[in-house]
């Protein structure tokens, strides 16, 4: 989807919404700290992927947040 093509209808209509910057559009991870989020968004089908903005806080959140074990 961050290659300006949809995964689901293949469309080259993908919109960009870095929603980090709006105050309500985080992933808390401790109480004083959180990980803003980029939204990738098809305006052909409406498809939304999201992705952590700053790379750099995928570690915090793998520390305090509970992994989900395949199967
Ligand atoms: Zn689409």
């Known amino acids: 989807m ?21 105050a309500d559009h985080n992933i808390p991870i401790t109480t004083w700290s959180s990980a803003g989020l980029d939204y990738y968004i098809c305006v052909t089908c409406g498809f939304v992927e999201s992705y952590v903005h700053d790379s750099t806080e995928l570690a915090a959140l793998a520390a305090k947040r509970p992994r989900v074990m395949p199967g």
């Open 2 to 22: 961050r290659n300006g093509i949809c995964p689901k209808c293949a469309s080259e209509t993908v919109h960009l919404v870095e929603a980090y910057r709006l």
